[in-house]
């Protein structure tokens, strides 16, 4: 119990921090702290503009500024889009249920496969199928997200026609019509395209922790008893990777989180990556932040529930650091 | 004559290749960006859009520059940012994951902190936040790449150091009465060579990689400068019309750059540490 | 863990997964679907343009001068004249301060209500008490308005503005009862012959028929406008799923089947701001010192070189395929524009021109030098508009011939605004009204605002002209003084015309979109060429 309050304690002091952080880097990016807020198009009247430097303490010092945002965020007003006009939080809303089916489908994919691959390269250890799947994941490892997303697009969709050519749902088609069908149709290219980075990192993952369990006593002796492969590896091999397999899942949120940034953009998924983006290059300061904030809730709770998961059982892990 | 094949080819040999590979193709890299002159990849409305060909290997695109120079130089500029970027982030890693592990106390706490807080929000997220707050450009994307490239390094040399500090050498020093520093520099270091150094190596192609994510996206190098990320970007426009090639071979470039450096990272790994990676 | 408990937990990620990719956004009403190939309904793609903004014409939505969902007092028609549209015929007063409308009678709003001058005098009356909240119809010279009478309604201005017709043609009249500032902004509700029945944000707009326009029901019944990339609207036409779709220049060279290529006339023009004003400081309207001039281009020696000695068909060629027609001024589809006389392609006389001046390359790198100053300045190219981009490339190549360097930068809007008081900048105008000149012309307006006269322009004889011609109180004085203020600042070449571009689209060819009655479209990428839409007809 009390590890679960100094692990929240600990959340909400990394969540503040980000927040100044974003917040310093906010103030100091080269533009004047109304522009930010209001955008360089904008027409609106002085007496709009007053009540707009009042509310947000624009006028303030950098330390004003941070806590009249930080009480109006508490409050829940995270302020208002430039780029889209709309409120913050109702931006980031619509668009992370987007991103979310988007993570969950390429997090299922490259967890399945991964694991699938794993085990499949750890019992044909040596054979060709078990190179075949190293230098495959060798190379997925090292493909660029983007690059990949773009030859999915332009073979799958543009040459062989399989796919649409991005979107989240067939446009002309009222809102209340779109079958469930066609929105996962639309889900495939992109949540394939982010699976490709995370299943390198399982499959090799799980087919190393196999081995070494494949290596150990007790298989020994179940192979001693006359157990086939198979059943050794249903029976006893899949129960003790199977954890941190999943475990190493939830820690990598946060590249995941990376990764729909690039996938959106190729496949114009209105998502919350193409809104990140879209924000940055418009200057869009209030989104930015709400962005930024949300997207370090998420990659806390991913982590949180990792640590939740395994405990202390493999301290190599922490230690030995993910990739970034 | 297997035998003397895989004798031949024994763990040693295979590394060295490996990283002579990757050194080669990056010094071409470099190099050639260096040397190209601007002129190999001029403008020429007369060649618009000219699929891969003798003198075009990889195509035109739609202002008629030749893409094999264009990619090429773009590679160049993408290595010369890693490299730079690598440099700063691993000498922030050293420094810090160094004196977390031997100071310890409030200083490892500190570190610690700093690194889950940078772990914490999503890589690329904090890479645009500190691209867009030095104004975007080529300057943006090198800060960003190079301040956010030290946490893993940092976590790996603490662990390292931390296996050492209780050696009975380095309590002898201390009780010599060499400072900390001292220590650090002369035992600690050393020791850490081996490990820092690979790390740095597998840090490198994402360093690259990233770079051209961030570009991508329009944080990075500005759209007039070659660079593999704005090519890439630019292809986008005409993947609709089957202009394919404008896609598939800058991106291949950079693919080759970063497999070549994680081929030859690996290898020194398991050379280094024969346990890792179980063969 | 057990196998078995695995597998359930990875049923419910997945189940959980699918089920949050049904969730999505929009706002929703009831409806029949509309897809590309009904009978009686059309999907289309034009741009990004209504979900940018506001759609309600009090916060300047719809601002074109045809009516759409809104109807204004006047419209434009395809000679680029002005014509009644809720307004039967006008007045102007003597001094030219006063305007009485009088207006359409036995016109409905599509929520049913009657349309009165009570209307009218609401829908200006609330624009000019929130100015601020639109930027397209500027109402700042009208003194009252008021209605007198059911049809008859008349406006009083401060001081004599000839423009101030253009301003009735953009803004649309909305009910005065049934109006709502926030319903408005997605659905708002006009006397127009559409009337929107669903807006999903950044997804799609669905617009009806109105069956009770005054001016006859539209033969379409239904219209969809969706909004992606332009790529991926490309490729949805190619697979049949658009009738209607906007593209680029460089695709007018493709082929999609079931679709011809429209090439529609506009207003609009592309040119380049050359600063005028020679390097130094300028101490703006609120006491800041900002960086101003450039060294080469304020040697109108160097413009005018430039505006001569391109080959405009060429560079067209080269950036946008052909597509679009050489522009050395105002495009001659305006009532007050006048084309220059000048010939360009004249490579040769501008080299000349150069070299008499002292511009001469003397170390042999093919760009000329004058006392040590390099023939070489930049040009800024906003990063979300391509086509800017490809222009100013084509052109920088081309120049290269007459020994001047261009350096084409892309960039986003926040760093162009920094720049454009000392490079060049590439701008696209396209508006019916005549403001567009006292905007990029007028000396006063230098540093007040970064879009209005970026090139630091002063000419008294061109502002004594600008005025004339806005205190004018009649149509053809005020025709014929824009036209004195355009051949006085010729000379000057301030800004680099380079083209009038023409709008593409895809049009299926089951679909006649009446071409005849297109007005010249006026800027807005893509939307324009719904001006006509009530008289589109599926074959």
Request: proline share 4%; glycine share 10%.
């Amino acid at each position: 119990m009390k590890r679960l309050v100094k692990l929240v304690l600990r959340m909400a002091s990394l969540l503040a921090a980000v927040s100044i952080l974003a917040f310093l880097m906010m103030a100091k990016a080269p533009m004047d702290p109304l522009t930010a807020y209001i955008g360089v198009n904008s027409t609106i009247s002085e007496e709009a503009k007053e009540e707009a430097i009042e509310y947000w303490n624009l006028d303030g010092s950098p330390v004003e500024r941070f806590l009249a945002w930080a009480g109006n965020t508490l409050k829940g007003d995270f302020g208002e889009s430039i780029v889209y006009k709309q409120p913050v939080l109702t931006v980031i809303k619509e668009r992370f249920q987007y991103s979310l089916a988007l993570m969950l489908a390429s997090w299922l994919c490259s967890g399945i496969f991964g694991f699938a691959l794993g085990v499949l390269a750890a019992v044909y250890k040596d054979s060709i199928l078990d190179k075949v799947i190293k230098s495959v994941c060798l190379v997925f490892q090292s493909s660029p997200t983007f690059w990949v997303g773009l030859l999915a697009l332009s073979i799958f969709a543009v040459n062989l026609g399989w796919f649409p050519i991005g979107l989240a749902a067939p446009m002309g088609k009222l809102a209340s019509e779109v079958t469930l069908g066609e929105r996962v149709h639309h889900l495939i290219l992109p949540a394939a395209t982010l699976s490709i980075l995370g299943i390198g990192k399982i499959t090799l993952y799980t087919r190393q922790k196999l081995l070494e369990i494949l290596g150990s006593e007790f298989i020994l002796y179940a192979k001693a008893r006359g157990e086939g492969i198979w059943q050794i590896v249903g029976r006893h091999g899949l129960k003790n990777i199977a954890i941190p397999a999943v475990t190493v899942q939830f820690a990598s949120f946060s590249e995941l989180f990376g990764g729909i940034a690039l996938a959106e953009s190729v496949f114009s998924y209105p998502g919350i990556g193409s809104a990140v983006t879209a924000a940055g290059l418009g200057g869009d300061v209030p989104l930015l932040l709400g962005i930024a904030i949300f997207s370090a809730l998420f990659v806390f709770t991913g982590n949180f529930i990792a640590n939740i998961l395994y405990g202390a059982i493999d301290p190599r892990i922490k230690e030995g650091g993910f990739r970034g | 004559m297997d035998e003397e094949k895989s004798i031949f080819w024994n763990r040693r040999r295979q590394t060295a290749c490996s990283i002579w590979a990757a050194v080669a193709y990056l010094a071409i890299g470099l190099l050639a960006g260096l040397l190209i002159s601007p002129q190999w990849y001029q403008v020429d409305y007369h060649m618009v859009f000219a699929p891969p060909s003798f003198i075009h290997p990889f195509g035109t695109d739609y202002m008629g520059r030749d893409m094999f120079f264009r990619s090429l130089k773009g590679l160049s500029n993408s290595i010369m940012v890693g490299l730079a970027s690598t440099a700063v982030s691993s000498v922030i890693a050293l420094a810090l994951g160094v004196a977390a592990a031997v100071k310890g106390g409030v200083v490892d706490r500190f570190v610690n902190w700093c690194v889950d807080l940078c772990m914490g929000i999503p890589h690329l997220i904090l890479l645009l936040l500190i691209s867009f707050m030095m104004g975007r450009g080529a300057k943006g994307v090198l800060a960003a790449v190079a301040l956010t490239h030290w946490p893993e390094l940092t976590r790996l040399v603490r662990a390292e150091v931390l296996q050492i500090c209780s050696a009975q050498y380095v309590q002898a020093s201390y009780r010599m009465g060499k400072s900390w520093l001292q220590v650090a520099w002369s035992h600690m270091v050393p020791q850490v060579l081996p490990v820092y150094l690979i790390g740095v190596v597998l840090l490198f192609p994402h360093a690259i990689m990233h770079e051209a994510a961030v570009t991508f996206l329009g944080f990075g190098f500005p759209a007039e400068v070659p660079a593999i990320g704005v090519v890439l970007s630019e292809s986008m426009s005409y993947i609709a019309t089957g202009k394919w090639w404008m896609a598939v071979f800058p991106g291949l470039l950079l693919l080759l750059a970063v497999l070549l450096l994680d081929v030859a990272g690996e290898n020194l790994k398991r050379l280094v540490n024969p346990n890792s990676g179980n063969e | 863990m057990k196998i078995r408990t695995k597998g359930m937990l990875l049923g419910i990620f997945a189940a959980l997964a699918i089920a949050l990719a049904g969730c999505g956004a929009g706002t929703r009403k009831a409806g029949a679907s509309g897809e590309a190939g009904a009978s009686d309904s059309i999907v289309c793609y034009v741009g990004h343009g209504f979900w940018d903004g506001s759609l309600d014409p009090i916060k300047g939505g719809f601002p074109y001068g045809y009516g759409f969902v809104n109807n204004g007092l006047v419209q434009v028609n395809c000679k680029s004249e002005y014509e009644g549209s809720l307004a039967r015929s006008w007045e102007v007063s003597e001094d030219s301060l006063v305007y009485t409308f009088q207006l359409r009678e036995g016109v409905k709003f599509q929520d049913g209500s009657g349309f009165t001058a009570e209307d009218v005098a609401f829908t200006y009356k609330t624009v000019m008490e929130n100015q601020g909240q639109n930027g397209e119809v500027d109402l700042s010279k009208v003194e009252k308005v008021e209605a007198l009478g059911e049809y008859s309604v008349q406006f009083t201005l401060k001081e004599p503005f000839s423009p101030f017709l253009d301003c009735t043609a953009q803004l649309g009249i909305v009910p005065s009862k049934g109006y709502d500032s926030v319903s408005f902004d997605k659905m708002p509700i006009g006397t127009g012959p559409w009337k929107v029945v669903q807006y999903d944000t950044e997804q799609q707009l669905i617009v009806e028929a109105n069956e009770e326009y005054f001016e006859g029901a539209p033969g379409i019944k239904r219209v969809t406008f969706v909004d992606m990339d332009n790529e991926a609207a490309f490729s949805n036409a190619k697979s049949g799923q658009l009738d209607v779709v906007m593209v680029q220049p460089s695709y007018a060279a493709e082929s999609v089947e079931g679709m011809h290529l429209e090439k529609m006339e506009t207003i609009d023009v592309r040119n380049i701001s050359l600063p005028c004003r020679k390097p130094g400081i300028f101490t703006n309207a609120e006491g800041e010192e900002v960086e101003v001039g450039n060294a080469v281009t304020s040697d109108v020696v160097v413009r005018k070189a430039l505006s001569i000695g391109i080959d405009r068909e060429e560079v067209i060629k080269n950036a946008f395929h052909g597509v679009g027609k050489p522009a050395k001024g105002w495009a001659n589809n305006l009532i007050w524009g006048e084309p220059m006389e000048y010939e360009d392609s004249k490579a040769e006389e501008a080299k000349e021109l150069l070299e008499g001046n002292g511009w001469v390359d003397t170390d042999g790198d093919g760009i000329r030098e004058k006392d040590g100053v390099k023939c070489a300045f930049e040009v800024y190219t906003p990063s979300d508009e391509q086509d800017r981009y490809l222009l100013a490339a084509a052109v920088a190549e081309h120049v290269k011939g007459l020994g001047i360097s261009i350096e084409v930068k892309q960039t986003t809007w926040d760093e162009i605004v920094t720049k454009a008081y000392t490079q060049g900048v590439v701008w696209g105008f396209g508006q019916f009204s005549p403001m567009a000149i006292d905007n990029q012309f007028r000396s006063q307006h230098f540093t007040v605002q970064p879009y209005s006269n970026p090139s630091g322009y002063g000419n008294a004889l061109v502002d004594g002209l600008i005025e004339k011609a806005i205190s004018a109180n009649n149509q053809e004085s005020a025709i014929g003084a824009w036209k004195e203020a355009q051949e006085a600042y010729a000379q000057d070449y301030p800004y680099l015309y380079l083209v009038n571009i023409e709008h593409c689209y895809f049009v299926s060819d089951r679909l006649d979109i009446s071409a005849d009655t297109q007005i010249p479209h006026p800027h807005g990428h893509g939307i324009p060429i719904i001006c006509n839409m009530k008289d589109w007809k599926l074959k």
